[in-house]
């Protein structure tokens, strides 16, 4: 169990007392004031629980926790009060922002069985996490992987747009970034339906005929059914949703789903812009010329991003049995009848060397183009 506490309070005194009666059993950190106390929180990493109190100058301890919080809301939090604040320090527990509020003076004991009880609820919150993520990831990689053997196109799309969303949300900082992750894999999943003959109009956006328009407008209710049958996709359901609606000037609730949405936007729309073969800096001043659409922190995210993606990778032209994981293809891999294998900018995983090698197998002479355009991380 993390034992790795931070202390903060702006007496000395109590501070040293903090040292004195809980060393022998946390990992204790200290800091002597609200600001102190984020920057020992953003260096030092890794606290299971903040300990503060609620009076302290420059920033009070509700304030500094709720912002601990939003850094990490898996981090426990406790506040230590008196009683002029105690009305102050009762919002803060009602906003979700603290996990106990102990009346100081405090017993040492007391405080010892409160701490306790925080880093086992931190180690509740971690667990139920980790076997959410491993169960979700499982089942958003097998859907997938049915995907990428079914609608090759889409999946390709939902990789592009996947690593744009990831990146551009790390860049942004918002937390839970697996969301637009998953988001990003179901806003292609429903397109798996159509049928073959459509699927490329479909994707290309060209002219539709009045029968196939109905199904695309199917698509967004078939996915949202989809998500309702997995438990835990609830604020991924709340993103796509949002796609469909203007939500530029919504208020961000915290939770960053109004962000994530408008990340998502801004990658679905760069990346079909793109498979157009427009050039990417036309792209970004286009989505940027238009703020009412996207949101120019995002747009003006996407422009910084794109100028530091391209420091990380290298075009390559390789023969095809030289493909390994970890490389990403820089143009359609198709055989040599025009059906799609994988679509541009796919990453090269386990699965798609063994359909690779799959067909290779069935055919006398490889079906595939000699050589390939390919991207490989910089090493150097």
Same mark, same amino acid.
């Given at each position: 169990m993390n034992n790795k506490i931070l202390c903060v309070d702006d007496e000395e005194s109590i501070l040293k007392g903090f040292q004195l009666n809980l060393r022998k059993d946390f990992e204790l950190h200290m800091a002597s004031n609200g600001v102190e106390g984020?920057?020992?929180?953003?260096?030092?990493? &890794? $606290?299971?629980?903040? *300990?503060?109190?609620?009076?302290?100058?420059?920033?009070? &301890?509700?304030?500094?926790?709720?912002?601990?919080?939003?850094?990490?809301?898996?981090?426990?939090?406790?506040?230590?009060?008196?009683?002029? =604040?105690?009305?102050?320090?009762?919002?803060?527990?009602?906003d979700g922002n603290v996990f106990?509020?102990?009346?100081?003076?405090?017993?040492?004991?007391?405080?010892?069985?409160?701490?306790?009880?925080?880093?086992?609820?931190?180690d509740l919150i971690r667990s139920k996490r980790i076997l959410l993520d491993k169960t979700l990831r499982g089942a958003v990689d097998a859907l997938a992987?049915?995907?990428?053997?079914?609608?090759?196109?889409f999946f390709g799309r939902a990789q592009r747009v996947g690593r744009l969303s990831n990146e551009l949300a790390e860049m942004l900082n918002i937390p839970n970034r697996w969301r637009v992750d998953v988001a990003s894999v179901f806003s292609q999943l429903g397109y798996i339906s159509l049928p073959e003959s459509v699927s490329e109009d479909v994707y290309h956006?060209? =002219?539709?005929?009045?029968?196939?328009?109905?199904?695309?407008?199917?698509?967004p209710i078939d996915t949202q059914n989809l998500i309702s049958k997995i438990p835990g996709l609830e604020e991924v =359901?709340?993103?796509?949703?949002?796609?469909?609606?203007?939500?530029? $000037?919504?208020?961000?609730? &915290?939770?960053?789903?109004r962000s994530l949405a408008s990340i *998502?936007?801004?990658?679905?729309? $760069?990346? $079909?812009?793109?498979?157009? &073969?427009? =050039?990417?800096?036309?792209?970004?001043?286009?989505l940027k010329s238009r703020s009412n659409d996207y949101d120019p922190i995002i747009t003006d995210s996407l422009s910084n991003l794109l100028v530091v993606a391209e420091k990380k990778f290298h075009l390559e032209e390789i023969p095809i049995k030289e493909l390994e994981i970890g490389m990403r293809l820089a143009q359609e891999l198709r055989l040599d009848d025009g059906f799609l294998i994988a679509s541009c900018g796919a990453d090269v995983d386990?699965?798609?060397l063994k359909v690779i090698r799959n067909y290779n197998s069935c055919y006398a002479e490889s079906p595939f183009p000699r050589k390939l355009q390919v991207t490989v991380p910089v090493t150097s």
């Open positions: 984020l920057e020992v929180f953003d260096r030092e990493k &890794g $606290f299971a629980l903040v *300990l503060s109190d609620m009076r302290m100058p420059e920033m009070n &301890g509700a304030t500094m926790l709720s912002e601990i919080k939003k850094r990490d809301p898996e981090v426990v939090t406790v506040l230590l009060t008196g009683h002029t =604040d105690f009305e102050s320090a009762m919002a803060a527990v009602n106990r509020m102990l009346s100081k003076p405090c017993p040492p004991q007391t405080l010892v069985k409160v701490l306790r009880a925080g880093l086992e609820q931190h992987q049915s995907l990428s053997t079914v609608k090759p196109l956006k060209r =002219d539709l005929s009045s029968e196939v328009k109905k199904l695309v407008k199917q698509v =359901d709340a993103i796509l949703q949002k796609l469909e609606i203007q939500h530029r $000037f919504e208020k961000e609730d &915290g939770s960053g789903v *998502l936007r801004v990658s679905l729309d $760069f990346d $079909f812009y793109e498979e157009l &073969g427009h =050039d990417r800096s036309v792209i970004v001043q286009t386990r699965q798609l």
